[in-house]
T-cell receptor, first 116, second 113 residues
Framework: DTEVTQTPKHLVMGMTNKKSLKCEQH?????MYWYKQKAKKPPELMFV???????INESVPSRFSPECPNSSLLNLHLHALQPEDSALYLC???????????????FGPGTRLTVL | GQQLNQSPQSMFIQEGEDVSMNCTSS?????WLWYKQDPGEGPVLLIA???AGELTSNGRLTAQFGITRKDSFLNISASIPSDVGIYFC????WGGGADGLTFGKGTHLIIQP
């Protein structure tokens, strides 16, 4: 299995809602990432988990809360979002420490989020 | 923060033509990666480069890691309609561990019939 899967594919939520995005990989990767991508822009890093521990938080507002329950799963909990948070949210994974393949990040298809 | 300058921003070419795009940085990177993204999908890894001067091919795609470690290029030979999409370069600074990628702004490839 060489895939990163993300659910849901599309999500529409109001500013008072609480929702979660899910990401799963079964490649044995030990690093997982959340990126945010606005239309016609490159992906921007939000969070990095390495061996299930949060290692990088790129000054993301607290209304985004990541969680890594185990080495295969990554969640992004959303609460009190703003319309400007509407974007494609991408999950990625890579091998983790110790070899050149660490750099190769494999992306999921993304969740298209719309905040009303 | 770091920025990658990717050019051209867009390319309008005829089917069968060769394509060339490049990325430059003011900082050194240890790894250069090239991705392709189709509308509504996540980026797909095309080529990964790990050593300065390295030249790597993947089918009709060829990419090189610049000697100064501050640039990389991607060539596509004999373009076909399915090559349409947005191509991103991405750089990674550190040699080990997990850290995020810095992306260029993308090259939008359009193939004219």
């Amino acid at each position: 299995d060489t895939e990163v899967t993300q659910t849901p594919k599309h999500l529409v939520m109001g500013m008072t809602n609480k929702k979660s995005l899910k990401c799963e990989q079964h490649m044995g990767h030990r690093a997982m990432y959340w990126y945010k991508q606005k239309a016609k822009k490159p992906p921007e890093l939000m969070f990095v988990y390495s061996y299930e521990k949060l290692s990088i938080n790129e000054s993301v507002p607290s209304r985004f809360s990541p969680e890594c329950p185990n080495s295969s799963l990554l969640n992004l909990h959303l609460h009190a979002l703003q319309p400007e948070d509407s974007a494609l949210y991408l999950c990625a994974s890579s091998q983790g420490r110790g070899n050149p393949g660490t750099s190769e990040q494999f992306f999921g298809p993304g969740t298209r989020l719309t905040v009303l | 923060g770091q920025q990658l300058n990717q050019s051209p921003q867009s390319m309008f070419i005829q089917e069968g033509e060769d394509v060339s795009m490049n990325c430059t940085s003011s900082s050194i990177f240890n790894t250069w990666l090239w991705y392709k993204q189709d509308p509504g999908e996540g980026p797909v890894l095309l080529i990964a480069l790990y050593k300065a001067g390295e030249l790597t091919s993947n089918g009709r795609l060829t990419a090189q890691f610049g000697i100064t470690r501050k640039d990389s290029f991607l060539n596509i030979s004999a373009s076909i309609p399915s090559d349409v999409g947005i191509y991103f370069c991405a750089g990674r600074r550190w040699g080990g561990g997990a850290d995020g990628l810095t992306f260029g702004k993308g090259t939008h490839l359009i193939i004219q019939p």
